[in-house]
């Protein structure tokens, strides 16, 4: 990334302690070459711990009270003027395990410093969109006026369902408004099938994009929720390369630590069967790719 880029990452942890696969995430971020700051939604103060480890890295940590969600956080960031002269800046949050790849090289192949917009993951769920759990905006395209009013929004008295609706979806509208594309690493966008039957990629593809690289990343709440039902979620240990320095053990921990959310989106039958025959495919996929690389 280029130099001067600023990461703002939103984490929610009420005990101020940065889980390991958290301090993960920010270590590679860090190979990005970027400048990090991260917010500690939900801590009344920062744990020892997190203190040495962010100290020990040069990570700039901040803490406040939890309300709306990461665009309430990545507000609080910005009303500090951290974005205000970075080339770039990124938006991400710990709602992933991974990255299970170097991420510097997925941005080099994302061409991530010659875009003005650009996420991981594109979706066509609800309309077009970039999942805002990892996305980089120029500096122009932050300062774009639809951009901002965006950002400006009272996200604190906002609830779940509207910070979804006016924060993460209101954002890749308010970049098509600026006539701003978008771009990502992984995108349905163009792809037929979701123009009729559009579905998370995160819980329809997760384990292609994992096993490719593409989107070297896996959700949380996928593996902790799975709403949509979907077979073989235990496949996940079977992905994690062991070059990539993950701990598979993390995603035991964090699943053990985590009961499952409250549902607050409830699929029809006809929901969990997409869901569920798109992830048969994505593993009929996955199983032969694996024979074919043990024949050879």
Known sequence: MPAGT??????YVPDGNLPLHTRFYLKNLLKCGITLHIILSGAEAIHENTNNFCKKHGIHAWRRPNG???????????????????????FANDSVFGPLKPLPLLLEELTANQ???????ASRVVTPHLQSWFIGLSQAAFQAAPVQRVL???????SRDEIIWH??????????????????????????MARFFPTNPMHTHWRDMAQTGAVPFLKQEVL??????????????ALIPAESGFNPEWIDTYLNQHAPRPLTIHPTWKGRALYGLINQLDRLKWR??????AAR
């Open 6 to 11: 600023v990461c703002l990452f939103a984490c």
């Open 152 to 158: 400006h929004l009272p996200f604190q008295d906002m």
């Open 224 to 237: 902790r929720d799975n709403p949509f039902r979907v077979p073989h979620l235990a496949d996940w240990r």
């Open 115 to 121: 875009r003005p917009a650009w996420g991981l993951v």
């Open 68 to 90: 709306g969600l990461d665009f309430g956080a990545w507000q609080f960031l910005l009303e500090k003027g951290l974005a205000k002269d970075a080339p770039y800046i990124l």
């Open 167 to 192: 924060g993460e979806l209101g954002l890749s509208v308010a970049l098509k408004a600026a006539n701003i594309p978008l771009h990502a690493a992984w995108s349905d966008l163009n792809a037929p």
């Open 288 to 293: 032969t790719d694996r024979l074919r690389g």
